[in-house]
Structures are given as structure tokens and as C-alpha cells.
């Protein structure tokens, strides 16, 4: 999922940073759930793809860690049938209530929520799991590794865990360019080596040394080509003005007038990936995959 951290000095604060994310999605779960559709068109197909690399049966137990609004944890669900249990949980307590409606409004009785930081999944209490899917969560935690041994743990024997991350900044400009727009116009430093990110994975080589550092075996990495299509560049910047709350923290230094004008700039600047009357949004993701 999309969070930038907020500015800091010369040091990165992880606890500020867990307690902005925390409120960033507390306040854009309504919006992250209303554009559901918009993210199954998005990331439907690059889902999928993480779901069969998982090898997801009939019967599986499956925990979705940052789940957000549930609209993978919703496929995850018809993939294991009602014989399975997908359990998605996340650090914000609101957005998780829309994964419950979602859940309800399809009849899937398999799925259960838990608020619970990804960081620290050692303290949840349940049976092995065959499978552990994060989709865009990964990228966001302050200790990526702390988080994957986190997954590992709750792991049956030969299980896997699979996550999904942003490539690199150059094939995602439809998110890197407005960052990049915000970032000059607040003054805001480069974020530090190792601070979290949506670009802090990447490459094939991050994204496999931080799982085989985890301890998992038969690591494999796939690129996929995941283009945003919306109507216009105006609507990709509803989305991520909407959506990505983080992109307004990193505003909150400007006057009202000034950030007027920054979004001014993001939706001329994204103009350029209109093309014959449609919108498409250069994006990459990344999926790994590893065994326990």
C-alpha cells in the first residue's frame, strides 16, 4: 500500500513515522475502500500472479499482513474456498472495518480481521498458517526484516510467504513524479539509506537479499508490468490526493496557496501519459516469494 514517511532531520524516528502512518490511514481508509475497484483494475492482475506463486489451494489458512481495505484479502478468500481462513490484519483499525463490510457484502463467512502491526507478529496467537501474502506493505515497514521473520514464524513447514513492492522510482512515475514535484517544492531532504518507502525495495537484488537474510529458501523474484488506467491525468491525481495520505503530509509545511499550486504542477506534469483520450500510468511492481 502507498505511505510516504514525514520530514525528518538527520535521523529517522520510527515510532513518529508508525504514528503518522497509523493516522494517514486512519484517515484515507474511506477513500482507499471507495477506489477499490480502481486498485482490482490496477493491482488485480499482478494479485493473481502473487496468489499463484503462493500455490494457494481449496482449504488453505492465509494471513494478510497490511491488508488495508481487503480487496485482495476478498480474492484471497474465493481462492481458499469455505474450507480456507484468511485472517487480514493491519496497523489501522478503521480501514479494517471496511474489510469487515466488504467481507459481509459478499457473503465470504472466511474471513477474519485483526488489528496489529506487521512489525510484530510474534505476538499473535494462532494456528500455522500455509501462506503469508503482503501487498504493498512490505516497502512501509521500518524493519522490513523484523516484519518478514515476523511472517516466517507463523509459517508451516514448507509455506511461503509472498509480498508485493513497488520497482524502482523510473518505472512508477506515476507516483514518483508527483513525490518528486512535492519533495522540491516543501524542501524536503532525500529520505536516508534504509528508511522505509515505496521505492526502499526497488530492485530484484533488495527484494531477494532481504528475504534470503529472513532465512527464506527458494527465493524468487518476477517482475510485472501494472499500468494505472484511469480517464485522465486530473483523475490520477483525484486518486492520490485522495489516497495517498502521505502526499499530504509531506505538504504540511506549505501554505494553502502553495500547495494549490503543487498540485497544479503534479496534474500538468502527469498530462504527459495521456494518450488518445485515456490515462496510463507507467507502474512496475515486484513480487517475491519464499519458503520457510
Not at 480517464?231 to 483525484?238: F, H, I, K, P, T
Request: aromatic residues 8%; charged residues 20%.
Amino acid at each position: 500500500m502507498t505511505k510516504n514517511p514525514p520530514k525528518f532531520a538527520d535521523q529517522f524516528d520510527a515510532v513518529k513515522y508508525k504514528q503518522t502512518t497509523l493516522d494517514q490511514w486512519n484517515s484515507a481508509a474511506e477513500a482507499w475502500h471507495r477506489w477499490s475497484p480502481l486498485l482490482s483494475r490496477w493491482l488485480g492482475p499482478a494479485t493473481e500472479t502473487m496468489l499463484d506463486m503462493s500455490q494457494l489451494e481449496k482449504g488453505h489458512r492465509v494471513l494478510d499482513v497490511a491488508a488495508g481495505a481487503g480487496e485482495q484479502t476478498l480474492t484471497i478468500a474465493k481462492r481458499v474456498g469455505v474450507s480456507g481462513h484468511v485472517l487480514a490484519t493491519d496497523i489501522s483499525p478503521n480501514i479494517l472495518e471496511y474489510t469487515r463490510t466488504s467481507a459481509n457484502l459478499a457473503g465470504l463467512q472466511n474471513i477474519h480481521t485483526q488489528v496489529i502491526d506487521g512489525e510484530n507478529l510474534t505476538i499473535l496467537d494462532a494456528a500455522p498458517f500455509d501462506a503469508v501474502i503482503s501487498r504493498v506493505g512490505l516497502i512501509y515497514f521500518p524493519d522490513q526484516q523484523k516484519a518478514l521473520t515476523g511472517m516466517k514464524y507463523h509459517l508451516r513447514s514448507d509455506g511461503n510467504v509472498a509480498a508485493m513492492v513497488y520497482s524502482s522510482a523510473e518505472k512508477n512515475p506515476f507516483f514518483s513524479i508527483p513525490v518528486s514535484i512535492i519533495r522540491r517544492r516543501a524542501n524536503l531532504p532525500a529520505p536516508l539509506v534504509g528508511q522505509p518507502g515505496p521505492f526502499s525495495l526497488g530492485t530484484k537484488d533488495k527484494l531477494q537479499q532481504v528475504f534470503s537474510n529472513a532465512g527464506f529458501r527458494n527465493v524468487e523474484v518476477e517482475a510485472i508490468d501494472a499500468p494505472v488506467r484511469v480517464s485522465s491525468a486530473a483523475e490520477c491525481l483525484q486518486f492520490e490526493q485522495e489516497s495517498f495520505g502521505a502526499l499530504h503530509q509531506m505538504l504540511c509545511g506549505l501554505s494553502d496557496r502553495e500547495k494549490d499550486d503543487a498540485w497544479i504542477e503534479i496534474e500538468q506534469a502527469l498530462e504527459q501519459f495521456e494518450v488518445n483520450g485515456q490515462f496510463e500510468g507507467p507502474c512496475e511492481m515486484l513480487v517475491a516469494i519464499g519458503t520457510k
